[in-house]
């Protein structure tokens, strides 16, 4: 049975454990370029199909107004979008939720890194 109140459950629970387990090993105090480093890795050894920095044009009336370069689009069904800070603000929540709407993708995962722990939202589209 297809599970349209959680979908992609298993796919998010594995990314999910693979993010913590970047935390426990590599805590708080990194640029996020190397938590995504570390992600990518984990990405490669779990044979997860995945995009990198992936281009997303804004497009109004066919021309474009505007880009985005997401963190991760992991199995074409889950954007994983990295943050170091000690808070999530709605900044963070408005950005996953516009790579969403703009590829048309139901679930986003927005981990933050604080100096304590990983925190992880989930977005559904």
Wanted: with cysteine; aromatic share 16%.
């Amino acid at each position: 049975m297809k599970n349209n109140i959680f979908p992609y459950e298993e796919l998010s629970y594995k990314i999910n454990g693979m993010l913590f387990s970047i935390f426990k090993e590599l805590g708080f105090g990194y640029q996020e370029k190397y938590y995504q480093r570390a992600f990518e890795e984990l990405l490669i050894k779990n044979k997860l199909a995945y995009k990198r920095e992936l281009y997303c044009p804004i497009k109004f009336n066919e021309k474009i107004i505007g880009k985005y370069y997401l963190d991760f689009l992991i199995e074409n069904k889950i954007i994983v979008e990295l943050k170091i800070s000690n808070e999530m603000y709605q900044k963070h929540f408005q950005q996953v939720y516009g790579y969403l709407k703009l590829n048309n993708i139901k679930v986003g995962l927005l981990a933050l890194i604080t100096p304590k722990k990983i925190k992880i939202n989930r977005i559904v589209n």
